[in-house]
């Protein structure tokens, strides 16, 4: 809610959608493979490090990362944007899809 994103799509529920449309899918692949074991740990941990402090106001968990780690993340996502050019990624953090309208 802080970041104005409230869905999280699985393959499936992207799918469904596009098959509702009068679209054709051009191009399935993942994204940021590289990063999925660091995401997946985070997403597993994070409930342990929240704060026990009640809110009822939207926060991001988006922090601001040290500098060094900042750009070892964006070195690994540039590798990653290189091989998208040539072939789809079997797995990641995210999914795109591309898809084109059909007249």
């Known amino acids: 809610k802080a970041v104005m994103a409230n869905r999280r799509y699985s393959r499936k529920k992207v799918l469904q ?3 509702t449309l009068p679209v054709q899918l051009v191009r399935w692949t993942n994204l940021f493979p590289g990063l999925f074991p660091l995401v997946a740990t ?3 941990l994070q ?15 988006i922090k601001p990362l040290p500098y060094a780690l900042n750009e070892t993340l964006f070195r690994i996502v540039d590798v990653e ?6 072939i ?16």
Do not use: H, Q
Request: charged residues 35%.
């Open 17 to 19: 959608l596009l098959n």
């Open 42 to 44: 985070y997403r597993i």
């Open 47 to 61: 409930p342990y490090w929240k704060k026990k402090e009640p809110s009822n106001e939207p926060r991001s968990e």
């Open 81 to 86: 944007k290189s091989l998208l050019r040539r």
């Open 88 to 103: 789809d990624l079997p797995f990641g953090s995210s999914i795109l899809a591309v898809a084109r309208k059909v007249a």
